[in-house]
């Protein structure tokens, strides 16, 4: 007989129930690793900002090369120039002018050296902005001279020349030929006025003269009529009622007399006075149309200077007004360009090396091989407090031929202040002491014999060596 064996999972697994295949599967899909998601898909827009910071600094660097080699170049023209000055050959007298550099103007400067170069800014001394004294809507832009047929000439552009007195603009004429017929016929009805105040006035105290001389006969008469009762009365054979009647008659004819001297008085003390006004709306007429005619004159623009065109502000059919704020209040900018300054802004540290008077070259940074001479026409008189620095004028020295090519409003320039040559020294020297003599010197002689003349700056030490421009104009 067999016995029965024991399982030997033990005792408990017999009894335990059996697992189920989906609770298996459960299990195993529970240890398994989760596959990770897609990754997203990959933006354009930080290689492209990769590429557009790579381009920026490779073009910056190409730019700061140019400007390097730029530099280069003018230090070594600024060295050859100074040494040429500097050589007893180039220069045989001290003080004598050289050349700086070859341009179109042969621009010179003293033999001092550049004490100071700065960068400005080119200005029309003089910039006119050209607007019309009457509004209107614009009929014509033709240029053309006083006196020329209608439609001759040239459309007005800007780089125009124009001269003084040309006609620029013609305004549209209706209202302003309206206002002066009108004045016309007011000016016409204020002398007939005066005419017939000159012919009425003596009429009219004539007229009251005769009146007046009138009443004072029938006075007379009534009185006399009066006087004849009266005494015919004592008799008796005047009634009561006729000698009233002659007193009331006699009254009567008093009181206008009276009343006719004062109507002759009314007439003749304010004759003058009549006169007077009469003309003074004469007067009032005239100016009126003088007015009328003035403001149809001025429909015409011309041009006040001589000068160049900038800017057009207006087309043909516009509205001008010139009292507008905004809009078309203008028919252009003029300026000469023969006439022109260089408006730089010099810092505090600096502005002792320059003075009125000082000889100077201008370079235009788009035309730097076309030099141009200039002195310091003024320093201004207040300085810019933001800045630090205090603005300086160089007027420059423009030949006719060249106006308008390298320098124009608005361009950048640079401008090679040159210390003052011991010519310019002597005769400030020579003038001080003549101006101590005779009791009027505008400066003092130092007691190294040179003189503060009115264009230099107080504390200006142009031989100083420590100096740094002095140091970079050796340099060069």
């Known amino acids: 007989m067999a016995l029965p064996v024991e399982s030997s999972r033990g005792p408990d697994a017999a009894i335990s129930p059996s697992r189920t295949p989906g609770q298996l599967s459960d299990k195993v899909r529970s240890l398994r690793i989760k596959t990770p998601p897609p990754p997203a898909p990959s933006s354009k827009l930080p290689w492209f900002l990769v590429a557009l910071l790579a381009g920026g600094a490779g073009y910056l660097g190409y730019e700061v090369r140019n400007l390097k080699q730029a530099e280069a170049v003018r230090l070594a023209t600024a060295g050859t120039d100074t040494a040429t000055a500097a050589s007893p050959a180039a220069a045989p007298a001290a003080g004598s002018p050289v050349t700086v550099g070859s341009g179109s103007s042969g ?34 832009l033709r240029v053309h001279r006083p006196g020329d047929p209608d439609g001759v000439g040239e459309t007005l552009i800007e780089g125009m020349q124009v ?3 040309d006609i620029l603009a013609e305004l549209e004429t209706t209202d302003y030929e309206a206002d002066m017929l009108r004045s016309k016929a007011s000016l016409a009805s204020a002398k007939l006025r005066l005419e017939m105040e000159h012919k009425n006035v003596p009429r009219e105290i004539e007229r009251a003269k005769a009146e007046l001389s009138e009443a004072i006969t ?26 009233e009647k002659a007193q009331s008659d006699f009254e009567s004819a008093g009181h206008r007399v009276e009343r006719l001297r004062r109507t002759l008085d009314l007439i003749t003390e304010p004759q003058e006075q009549r006169l007077a006004v009469a003309e003074s709306e004469v007067e009032a007429a005239k100016a009126d149309l003088s007015k009328a005619q003035w403001r149809l004159n001025n429909t015409i623009i011309v041009s006040p200077v001589t000068g160049t065109v900038l800017k057009k502000n207006v087309e043909e059919g516009n509205i001008v007004n010139p009292g507008a ?45 076309h030099p141009y001479d200039g002195y310091v026409s003024r320093l201004m008189p207040i300085a810019n407090r933001s800045k630090g620095s205090i603005p300086v004028r160089v007027k420059v020295l423009i030949p006719r031929e060249l106006v308008g090519i390298h320098l124009k409003p608005d361009m950048g320039a640079i401008v090679a202040f040159y210390k003052k040559s011991d010519d310019d020294k002597s005769t400030a020297a020579s003038s001080a002491n003549k101006g101590a003599v005779e009791g009027g010197s505008p400066g003092e002689i130092s007691a190294e014999g040179n003189s503060a003349a009115p264009g230099d700056e107080a504390g200006t030490d142009e031989s100083d060596p420590q100096s740094p421009s002095d140091d970079t104009a050796a340099n060069r």
Not at 119 to 129: D, E, H, N
Not at 229 to 238: A, E, H, I, M
Not at 336 to 365: N, P, T, Y
Request: charged share 25%.
């Open 107 to 140: 621009s010179t400067a003293s033999s001092g050296g550049v004490v100071h170069e700065s960068k400005g800014y080119v200005m029309a001394r003089r910039q006119i902005l050209v607007s019309p004294k009457v509004g209107g809507m614009v009929k014509s």
């Open 163 to 165: 001269q003084k007195g």
């Open 218 to 243: 029938q006075r007379d008469f009534f009185k006399g009529q009066l006087d004849r009762w009266n005494k015919l009365s004592k008799s008796s054979t005047v009634s009561p009622s006729d000698l």
């Open 325 to 369: 704020f905004n809009g078309s209040f203008s028919i252009c900018d003029l300026a000469d360009l023969a006439d022109l300054e260089i408006e730089l802004d010099i810092q505090e540290r600096d502005i002792s090396r320059i003075f009125v008077g000082q000889k100077c070259v201008v370079r235009s940074e788009a035309f730097q091989d």
